[in-house]
């Protein structure tokens, strides 16, 4: 049976396989002309016994490559990829990189001018009808032959493969152990929302002493704010769609768990040093500068994080865990983390024959190569294609002790989510205004975000 998109209800055993997120600002260099710094030193080393790459095919005589990267946290590693590849075969290799929450307008934008790109990502079944015009049948090329299975593939209605998932990512809340240790406490004191709560009032109470704080600044500038009108968001929408074993994308949401939500909004706005009434200008990079720098202790992300934690940080792998986000539920001492997809590379199908066939055949170097596989594993810690590397990312060690411990694993719900852009504003919106006053009145507010948005966004969105 061929799949038509990405299914809600990953199996558990996908979870254990892949892991890497979102971030950033906006940067075009042509690949011969970048100056890049080194490689982070993070997994960069592959294990003896990994299987050679397969020998790379022959670059398309005359042909030329535009990636436009989803992922800004990646930017200089595929700029120095890119680079790489040129000066290894003469193929231009251009890569533009879309700044966080950007994504589809940059898209957009660039596919209307004459050099579209020619590669380009597609994160859901609503993207693939979007788009599909224009993506590629990957049928029989090269990049197609090289998955590992069907379940990161994106089919079309008439079953053909347009897109292709090249990682599989996790999210929860990243742990610094040393500084839980200082503060009194083990990962075994965390258990569900009533021990985090617990564990980080304490560690807030006491933050003058300690020297830092329970979480970083869950900042709602545009460069932050993904975390939680999308990924924070995913844990009432997963539980939601759970209970009413939603598959496909509803029209209506309840907001059963919106009040599970508010707790753990709550304990991010309240156990923090930011400040909740300037969270619309707190950034992403002011997060996670917090808890690079030992101020927190707590931090909502992804195993995307790893790079830039243990690299331009330099904190030890082994003071990093990464726990599920709790908020409530019932059972959630059994939860995982937050696993799937969104990430899937399409080749334009409106471009030139000679630059189709560059692009799968810098794709497929990507996926095979050492160099490829290498920045694949650092930066995204694990890829579904056959020559892929193990990686050291402790966060991808965390979601399939999880799995293999027999709990449940998030899948992402939020893929679901209509209009996403639009979407998500409304809930940020709302979510500002309670986090600067946060009565039961300005929460309505927020509730309302959540369930009219959604039915309004899927109208506008279907007609």
Known sequence: MKKRGLALLLTASM??????????????????????????????????????????AAPAAGGSVYYLNFKPEADQAWQDLAKTY????????????A???????TLTA????????????????????????????????????????????LFDETG??????????????????????EAGYTLDDIKDFASLKAVADD?????SELGFDAFSAPGLDGSSSWRFSGHLANVPLFYEFRDDGVTSQPATITGKYLDQFRNIWDLYITDTAANPTSLSTSTGDESEAEFGNGQAVFYQNGDWEFANLTGNFSMDPDDLAMIPIYCGVDGEEKAGLNSGTENCWAINSQASAENIQASIDFLYWVVTSEEGTTMLAEQFSGIPFKHAIDSNNVFGADAKAYASAG???????????PNVDSWRATVVTALTAYSADPTDANWEAVVEAFVDGWAYEYNVQNG
């Not at 075969?89 to 990189?97: F, L, R």
């Not at 990502?121 to 590992?148: C, F, K, P, V």
């Not at 560690?203 to 933050?207: N, S």
């Open 203 to 207: 560690i807030h109470a006491r933050a």
């Open 407 to 417: 709990n449940y694993t998030l899948s992402w719900a939020f893929n679901y989510t």
């Open 160 to 181: 053909a493969p347009k897109a292709l998932g090249y990682c599989y990512e996790s999210f929860g809340i990243i742990v610094n152990k040393a500084l839980l240790s």
């Open 15 to 56: 979870a254990l396989t892949l892991l890497a997120g979102c971030g950033g600002g906006t940067t075009e260099t042509q690949a011969p002309e970048t100056q890049a710094p080194a490689a982070t030193e993070a997994g960069t080393e592959a294990p003896a016994e990994t299987e050679a790459p397969a020998e790379t």
């Open 110 to 153: 660039e596919m209307a001018k004459s050099e579209a790109p020619t590669i380009y990502n597609i994160g859901n079944a609503q993207g693939l009808s979007d788009w599909n015009d224009y993506a590629l049948d990957l049928t029989g090329t090269s990049i197609y032959d090289e998955r590992i299975n069907d379940d990161y593939v």
């Open 99 to 105: 700044a966080s929450g950007t994504y589809s307008d």
């Open 86 to 97: 040129t000066e290894q075969t003469g193929v231009q290799v251009k890569v533009v990189t």
